[in-house]
């Protein structure tokens, strides 16, 4: 079976992107930091939109959705799930809640891990959560014509414990050694569990879950503001491709983690960006501004088509009737111009329309 080192990792050489990637993130985490100490309460919003985004957005790599109505209703807890889709959604719910509120008490042991497994299954109703895998499974690729090829055959049920085991004990003595960044181990580790596969369902939610988790309890909390899911799901053909070409050679030891770590920094550091432009707006027009200055701030800067729920996303601290009087105002002045009906209504800047 494989064995797992991850301070060999300090040894290592790396290519000068990988290392700029990691200066900017350390960069931007300093940043968001004091942000965070001066202006915790106008953040408020920026939490609950990413925790519908980050589950909507996992789940959805899965094949696993419902509308985003229901996503709300559901995330309020005005209704109850209606399939075993919503039960799953749900269940992702719950232990990214338990991830946000109480990292610093979640241990990275197999224990642990089994646990969180339980709960993102438990609304499902299946058997095998919280238990290691008991068949073997395989990561396939469906073809254009088709057809299903092997891609990659994780590590056998009966060595998947003690996989596991070696997994954290490594992460463990990594980061109690310090002998590399928690940037570069955090996707070493991911890229790891993904190639053991542990268990019978769930494997890429919970590497998700986990990458969220690690990134927490090293001090970086932007997925907390800004959903690190989105990213992925936006971006999961570059991911899969990432995957497929580190995970080469995994079984023989010879793998180079080096593509996933460079695709999971630049995610990282996207997600500090669009933070630092989501707050950066609301410093600009100043905690005095009205909901009118702030949409019309984020209208002047916005290219293509936006609709109301943008609006909310990227102007935390108003009200949605206050958004809607905004984007009224804004449109009888001709600023914007309003396309569509119902739910499918969204807005252009009007100077972007050729007449």
Known sequence: MRSFDYC???????????????????????RQDMFVRQKPVELDRLVEIAKIQSTEASNKIEGIVTTSTRMKQLFAEKTTPRNRDEDEI???????????ESSEYIPIRPSYILQLHRDLLRRGGASFGGTFKNVQNYINEIKP???????????APYETPQAIESL????????????????ILI??????????????????????LLTLLLLYKNGYQVGKYISIEKQIEQTKDRYYDVLEVSDAGWHEEINDPTPFIRYMLTVILACYTEFE???????????????????????????????SADVLAHCPGIGR????????RLTEEG?????????????????????
């Open 321 to 328: 009737s206050s958004a809607l009087s905004a984007l009224k």
């Open 90 to 100: 749900i269940g992702y719910r719950d232990v990214l809640n338990t991830i946000h």
């Open 335 to 355: 600023i914007i111009l309003r396309k569509g009906t119902g739910r499918g209504t969204f807005y252009v800047r009007s100077d972007s329309v050729n007449e």
């Open 187 to 208: 996707p070493c580790f991911i890229c790891d569990f993904l190639c053991i596969h542990p268990f019978n369902d769930g494997n890429g939610r919970m590497s998700r």
């Open 8 to 30: 060999a990792l300090a040894n290592r050489s790396w290519p000068s992107d990988i290392l700029n990637l990691v200066a900017k993130i350390h960069e931007c985490k300093g």
């Open 145 to 155: 014509d088709g057809t299903t090829v092997t891609r990659f055959t994780p590590v």
């Open 168 to 183: 954290c004990e490594a992460y463990s003595q990594a980061i109690a050694k310090e002998c590399v960044d928690a940037l």
């Open 277 to 307: 432009d989501r707050v950066g707006m609301m410093a600009q027009t100043g905690a005095a501004s009205s909901a009118y200055d702030l949409v019309k701030h984020y209208v002047e800067e916005k290219v293509g088509k936006f609709t």
